[in-house]
């Protein structure tokens, strides 16, 4: 029963609802008990040859009421405890989901989205059955159950009573068994749920490089295999279920037994009347419910308090970046001052950065170049906070970063990054996502500066075309584009494209950097790149290798020192120039 004490703060914060919920049923409990007591006075006054047609229609009169009255009671209770059970639900889920937006990469590093989205499905719906259908048979089980008991031991007979409860503490000891054996199961179960549920996710998006490498029928069997270790998992729960109905039957079947064995040697002793046997053997059938409930019960919060445990370790998982109190709301704007003397992202003991430092004046350019692992990227996810934890400081507009809250910083930056996203929406609706109220002409003004609204306008449906799940249905430089105009749009103090030109042709990426030249005067630009021609008209380059700084300044500077940058410029001139069919002479 410990995920009663895991959500008691939710039924304090309900309290209105459950105390008038359980109230009700405590109402329709006990309502109950008047059809069996109905039936041992009449069948009482048939054996007396007593009854007539008034005192018939009388209990029948009586018997009717109370069967509307427990009718309108239980819809009443449904509503306050369900409705109740549904806004933990929706509560949880909220929480849950904020809580996902909060956490930094390394915590997504570390967890597959399947297993995430399982957490915020199946768990969240064993919770709910645990603070619904779980409570319900708690209450219903021991108040019908007690209530039953209490009747038949003050009105009937105490010691056929106490005869018919003889068997109830073995059935105690076998469910409390069983319950602790379906914890275990069902948690196991949950896990492998979460796997399938994460190969599903990971299969459909993929499924271009699948089809591309013909790996259908292996990505099938992968499946198979997963899905039969669920149906496995289950199943060993299922057994455990399965025990819970067939002991409590036999459990209740010896009651039964023991009751007609017993109450027939009084009623021939003339200790009880034949109306009171039949009377008592009703209500010992009114004992069934609560005891199979009181199983369902076992199931009910066993699943919830797997459930609640998994869902808790991720709310529990303690915030990386936090804001420190009394951090600065305004956006900054103004130069950014980068000294980095050390930076090991978590669990690593090399060092990412070394002796990174520059200062780049506001409305200036910064290109930043270096072989793939330098750490060019680590730059940026500094910037915006995305990790802490570093030696040394960042500051922006003469103030730390770290005092800024991250809202405004990051609202003042705009962000392209390597991997570019795009939700399964229009075009429009991908382009103006920081902002869905801006009109089709701002819009169209981040697509031109983008250089892609050709490309949109050649689309059958232009600016609604749909682009799917991940912007599928587009081209590498499209999506590239449309990630940049989506930046364009937030008109960002600061614009990082994080290799974000890779994948257009050289004319194409003049003619962006050209239009950023023009619409983003007085605002600052970092661009990280492999190909340096994206940077050579940059205010300040720097050449990181190894995380560490080892060239800076201008693209003529640079070239003079005849070091790392000149020489892969010039290769890579050499290589255009191969490309357009020239000579290494030429």
């Avoid at 996710?201 to 099938?220: A, H, L, N, P, R």
């Avoid at 250089?451 to 050649?458: C, F, K, N, S, T």
Wanted: charged residues 20%; proline residues 2%; without cysteine.
């Amino acid at each position: 029963m410990r995920v009663f004490g895991y959500l008691m703060w939710f039924f304090k914060q309900e309290k209105k609802a459950y105390i008038v919920g359980i109230g009700l049923l405590l109402i329709v409990a006990m309502l109950q008990l008047i059809p069996p007591w109905l039936i041992g006075v009449v069948v009482d006054s048939i054996d007396m040859g007593s009854l007539n047609g008034q005192d018939l229609a009388k209990w029948m009169g009586i018997l009717a009421l109370s069967a509307l009255a427990i009718y309108v009671l239980q819809y009443l209770w449904r509503v306050m405890i369900f409705g109740s059970a549904v806004k933990l639900s929706r509560q949880m889920r909220e929480r849950l989901y904020a809580h996902f937006t909060q956490m930094s990469p390394q915590f997504y590093q570390k967890r597959r989205v399947g297993d995430l989205m399982a957490h915020a499905t199946n768990d969240l719906s064993a919770i709910q059955q645990a603070a619904g259908a779980g409570v319900l048979t708690l209450v219903d089980s021991l108040a019908t159950g007690l209530f039953v008991i209490a009747t038949i031991a003050i009105m009937i007979d105490a010691k056929l009573t106490f005869i018919a409860l003889i068997p109830m503490p073995l059935m105690a000891l076998l469910t409390n068994y069983y319950g602790t054996l379906l914890h275990k199961r069902f948690g196991v179960a949950q896990a492998a749920f979460s796997d399938l549920n994460d190969k599903t996710q990971e299969s459909i998006s993929g499924i271009k490089v699948i089809k591309t490498f013909g790996q259908e029928k292996e990505d099938v069997e992968s499946f198979r295999e997963l899905s039969s270790d669920v149906v496995a998992k289950n199943v060993a729960v299922a057994r455990i279920d399965s025990l819970f109905d067939p002991t409590i039957s036999f459990i209740v079947g010896s009651s039964f037994f023991l009751s007609i064995v017993f109450g027939g040697r009084m009623v021939i002793a003339e200790e009880l009347s034949i109306g009171q046997l039949i009377s008592f053997t009703t209500y010992l059938g009114l004992l069934v419910w609560p005891m199979l409930a009181f199983g369902w019960l076992f199931n009910i919060v066993e699943r919830g308090r797997a459930s609640y445990e998994r869902v808790s370790q991720l709310l529990n998982h303690p915030v990386d970046i936090k804001e420190k109190t009394g951090a600065v709301d305004a956006q900054p704007s103004g130069d950014l001052e980068v000294d980095i003397i050390d930076f090991k992202f978590p669990n690593d003991e090399a060092s990412a950065l070394q002796d990174v430092s520059f200062i780049l004046k506001r409305g200036d350019t910064l290109g930043i170049v270096g072989r793939t692992g330098a750490g060019k990227t680590t730059i940026l996810k500094l910037l915006m906070r995305e990790f802490d934890g570093y030696d040394g400081q960042i500051l922006f507009d003469q103030r730390s970063i770290n005092e800024y809250k991250l809202k405004a910083l990051r609202g003042s930056i705009g962000y392209v990054p390597q991997d570019h996203f795009l939700f399964s929406a229009s075009i429009r609706e991908n382009v103006a996502f920081t902002d869905p109220s801006v009109s089709q002409s701002v819009v169209e003004l981040s697509t031109k500066s983008a250089h892609v609204q050709e490309d949109i306008l050649g689309f059958r449906n232009g600016y609604d075309t749909v682009v799917g799940e991940r912007g599928v249905s587009l081209s590498g430089g499209q999506k590239q584009r449309i990630s940049i105009a989506r930046a364009l749009l937030m008109d960002p103090e600061v614009l990082l494209l994080d290799d974000s030109l890779s994948a257009v042709d050289a004319k194409t990426e003049e003619a962006i950097l050209s239009s950023l030249k023009e619409t983003r005067e007085g605002k600052t630009t970092i661009i990280t790149s492999h190909r340096l021609s994206a940077v050579q008209h940059a205010d300040l380059i720097i050449v990181l290798d190894e995380g560490k700084l080892v060239e800076k300044g201008t693209h003529e500077e640079l070239m003079e020192k005849q070091d790392w940058y000149y020489r892969m410029y010039v290769r890579q001139q050499l290589e255009v120039l191969v490309e357009r069919g020239g000579t290494r002479h030429d």
